[in-house]
């Protein structure tokens, strides 16, 4: 059984271009995640989630937004795609915020041409 | 600030041993480890909190210096299961949020 998985594995699209990752998991965790992974592997936090709620918010362009419809499923949506969002896009899990394990996603790898 | 890692990249012959460094310029409340194969996800290695209390679930040891926010990972008769990209992520005030080192890129070879 997959503890978080992510849909789709790889996206290719061109710039301009809107597109959605969406991320589930089946372990009851309360508190969700998205990080990017640079071509220098270099794995940054974008958002966060706890039971829907948003708690972690980087310095990210507002071009993108994350959706948690219920506490299971964490959504990410990219408006107008630029070259500079190409990476591998991390969703993860843990049991609640206090708990620091962390289950990471397969990952999406987003190429924008 | 993200954490620096060092070394950026070691490798090994199966059996031996390595540690690998982590360093933060801003207090931390934890360190965490995690580890990275290629074209996979990272996976938890190792937690260490503030006050000396670790918790992980694979046999490698890490320490936590408090006051010089340095944790070091140390990999003992080195396996080629363990190659891999090791990354360390500091822990905040806000739970949950961690910043990760650079990543130090580990091979074992036979």
């Known amino acids: 059984d997959t503890a978080v998985s992510q849909t789709p594995k790889y996206l290719v699209t061109q710039m301009g271009n809107d597109k959605s990752i969406k991320c589930e998991q089946n372990l009851g965790h309360d508190t969700m995640y998205w990080y990017k992974q640079d071509s220098k592997k270099f794995l940054k936090i974008m958002f966060s989630y706890n039971n829907k709620e948003l708690i972690i918010n980087e310095t990210v362009p507002n071009r993108f937004s994350p959706k948690s419809p219920d506490k299971a499923h964490l959504n990410l949506h990219i408006n107008s795609l630029e070259l500079g969002d190409s990476a591998v896009y991390f969703c993860?899990?843990?049991?609640?915020?206090?708990?620091?394990?962390?289950?990471f996603g397969p990952g999406t790898r987003l190429t924008v041409t | 600030q993200q954490p620096v890692q060092s070394p950026q990249a070691v490798i090994l012959r199966e059996g031996e041993d390595a540690v690998i460094n982590c360093s933060s310029s801003?207090?931390?409340?934890?360190v965490h480890w995690y580890r990275q194969k290629h074209g996979e996800a990272p996976v938890f290695l190792m937690i260490l909190l503030k006050g000396g209390e670790q918790k992980g679930h694979e046999k490698i040891s890490a320490s936590f210096n408090e006051k010089k926010q340095q944790s070091s990972l140390y990999l003992t008769a080195s396996q080629l299961s363990y190659s891999g990209t090791y990354f360390c992520g500091g822990g905040g005030t806000s739970y949950g949020k961690l910043t990760f080192g650079q990543g130090t890129i580990l091979t074992v070879h036979p």
């Open positions: 801003k207090a931390l409340y934890s």
């Open positions: 993860a899990s843990s049991q609640n915020q206090q708990t620091y394990e962390q289950y």
